[in-house]
């Protein structure tokens, strides 16, 4: 059974910046593609970012040149860098493992102050 656990987020500056991590367990990683995403309140959850089978990695345009993920494949952990960040940004944050089934973490809290 696949686990998702996120950590790092919190209550941050209109211009600072967050490190998220998603710390993965009980399968395989590298079959998984893993995503980051959000929702703020009153509204759907969005993809923020998410590697592609082709190693690429897509961004949801509002987050373009501020939001980098990454992974660290030993540490079977992904992470999402928020740089620049907006009180738009605020929301809860789900790291997400897809294959055959949609695995989600518990989420965790970003708030943006302006």
């Known amino acids: 059974q696949v686990q998702l656990v996120e950590s790092g987020g919190g209550l941050v500056q209109a211009g600072g910046s967050l490190r998220l991590s998603c710390a993965f367990s009980?399968?395989?990683?590298?079959?998984?593609?893993m995503g980051w995403y959000r929702q703020a309140p009153g509204k759907q959850r969005e993809l923020v970012a998410r590697?592609?089978?082709?190693?690429?990695?897509n961004y949801v345009d509002s987050v373009k040149g501020r939001f980098t993920m990454s992974r660290d494949n030993a540490r079977k952990t992904v992470y999402l860098q928020m740089n620049s960040l907006k009180p738009e940004d605020t929301a809860v944050y789900y790291c997400?493992?897809?294959?055959?089934?949609?695995?989600w973490g518990q989420g965790t809290q970003v708030t943006v102050s302006s």
């Open positions: 997400n493992a897809a294959r055959d089934y949609n695995y």
């Open positions: 009980g399968s395989i990683f590298s079959i998984y593609r």
């Open positions: 590697f592609t089978s082709g190693g690429m990695t």
